[in-house]
């Protein structure tokens, strides 16, 4: 693999975000296995992937691994859970600088074709087919701080508990870890009085478009942010159809998209 390609997928400040959260390799105990080959290939070879949208299978030779390790690799970092600590990390090292905006969070949800698998169901919006639905929750100014994945038959407002909780604590400039914005921002899909009580119990100022009342267009200073980031995530042509049977392997690729959303934007800072 031609080192250009290697340092503009990995470059050195994201590999040393990387390196200390791999899992480690243990041997079996009845002895045998093989030890893991270069790291760093493997990693590059996945962004590779999630990046160009390629198969595995069609991993180029020049890669330093071959298309069975590659998937292999990535199947062991999807269940030691690497991806959700390397955007936990890359979030860390943003909020550490103030690059956070907790003023608001916004709620928006897309749907994908999906060929097969888990986690999918009929669309609604595409004659039934089957497809998964991506749900994201960015901060203020469309950093994604929470992804998920489901069926494309669940209705958006089923997701909105799950992600709000799902904001991870993130280290601040000064102070405590944050995990709670000032304000929740969505569309009327969200909207219902469960959803107002819930969030003013929890002092979250809710921002839902009421149906038949506010039009959506209310929202359009503060949607497009939300849109522009999961343009960015379908920038990633790995997610713009499924082709994982698994479930956990789509929403691992999902989240590995949103650790590089937010490590560009960290990049720009060091530069």
Not at 15 to 26: D, I, K, Q, Y
Not at 60 to 67: D, H, I, L, Q
Not at 96 to 112: C, K, M, N, Q, Y
Not at 252 to 258: E, T, V, Y
Request: aromatic share 8%; charged share 25%; with cysteine.
């Amino acid at each position: 693999m031609r080192a250009d390609l290697s340092r503009r997928l990995v470059p050195d400040e994201l590999w040393e975000l990387v390196a200390p959260l791999l899992p480690s390799f243990a041997a079996r105990p009845q002895g045998g296995g093989t030890a893991p080959r270069d790291e760093r290939a493997v990693f590059t070879a996945v962004v590779y992937v999630l990046t160009s949208g390629c198969a595995w299978r069609y991993l180029p030779e020049s890669f330093a691994v071959s298309p069975a390790t590659a998937h292999r690799r990535f199947s062991v970092w999807t269940e030691s859970g690497l991806w959700r600590r390397l955007h936990r990390a890359v979030l860390d090292e943003l909020g550490a600088r103030g690059e956070l905006d907790w003023s608001s969070a916004i709620v928006d949800a897309a749907s994908v074709r999906a060929k097969r698998g888990s986690l999918t169901g009929p669309n609604p919006v595409d004659r039934g087919k089957k497809g998964s639905k991506l749900h994201v929750l960015s901060e203020g100014q469309g950093l994604p701080l929470v992804v998920a994945v489901s069926g494309a038959n669940l209705h958006d407002s089923q997701a909105f508990k799950p992600l709000i909780l799902g904001i991870p604590a993130i280290r601040s400039r000064r102070g405590p870890r944050r995990s709670r914005p000032v304000k929740v921002r969505a569309d009327k899909a969200y909207y219902s009085a469960e959803h107002l009580r819930w969030l003013r119990d929890r002092r979250l100022v809710p921002r839902i478009a009421r149906p038949g009342i506010e039009s959506g267009e209310r929202l359009g200073r503060h949607r497009w942010k939300i849109e522009r980031s999961i343009a960015w995530l379908f920038g990633y042509r790995r997610l713009s159809v499924r082709y994982e049977r698994k479930g956990s392997h789509f929403l691992a690729f999902l989240g590995l998209a949103a650790a590089l959303t937010c490590y560009k934007r960290l990049a720009k800072l060091t530069t």
